[in-house]
C-alpha cells in the first residue's frame, strides 16, 4: 500500500515540473491534420464561377441529406447549380459529397469554428459557400 502511495508520488512529482500543455485558446490555436474535414466550401474557376456543373451526385450521396440543388442550364447549354444550399445542422462531415465530385466542386476546407447562435445561420447558400477561397 505504501509502495503504491509512493509511486503515486513520483509520478505527480514528475508531472510538476514539465511544461503545460494547455493553449490559451482565443490567442492561439491548434494545427489540424490535413485529413481533416470542416466546413464545406464550392470551389470557383478563374473567372470566379462555381465549377459545379449541378450533376447532383453531392445530394444524391450525402447520407443525412443535408445538400439540395436547383439546376439551371444557361443559354450555351451548360447546367450550374440556380441555388445550391448545405445545412450544416444536418452534415456529418463524411467528405462523401468531395468524393462524389466529378469537378472537384466542393471540398471540405480547414476551418472548424462553426458554433452559431442561430440555427438559420447554418444554412449555407451557394454565395455563402463561394466565400473564401
Known amino acids: ?11 505527480t512529482l514528475q508531472q510538476m515540473f514539465r511544461p503545460p500543455i494547455t493553449i490559451q485558446y482565443p490567442e492561439e490555436r491548434r ?3 490535413p485529413r481533416f ?51 450544416l445542422s444536418r452534415c456529418i462531415y463524411c467528405g462523401f459529397c468531395q468524393e462524389a465530385c466529378p469537378k472537384g466542386a466542393i471540398r471540405l476546407s480547414q476551418e472548424y469554428e462553426l458554433a452559431q447562435y442561430q440555427r438559420k445561420e447554418l444554412v449555407y447558400t451557394k454565395e455563402r459557400l463561394m466565400e473564401g477561397n
Not at 1 to 11: E, F, N, P, S, V
Not at 41 to 70: F, H, M, R, W, Y
Open 37 to 87: 474535414r470542416g466546413r464545406p466550401q464550392l470551389v470557383t474557376d478563374e473567372s470566379g464561377n462555381a465549377k459545379c456543373v449541378a450533376c447532383c451526385l453531392c445530394a444524391t450521396i450525402c447520407p443525412p441529406q443535408a445538400i439540395s440543388i436547383e439546376p439551371a442550364e444557361g443559354e450555351m447549354h451548360e447546367k450550374y447549380p440556380a441555388s445550391f444550399v448545405i445545412d
Open 31 to 33: 494545427e489540424v491534420s
Open 1 to 11: 500500500m505504501i509502495r503504491g502511495l509512493l509511486k503515486g508520488l513520483a509520478k
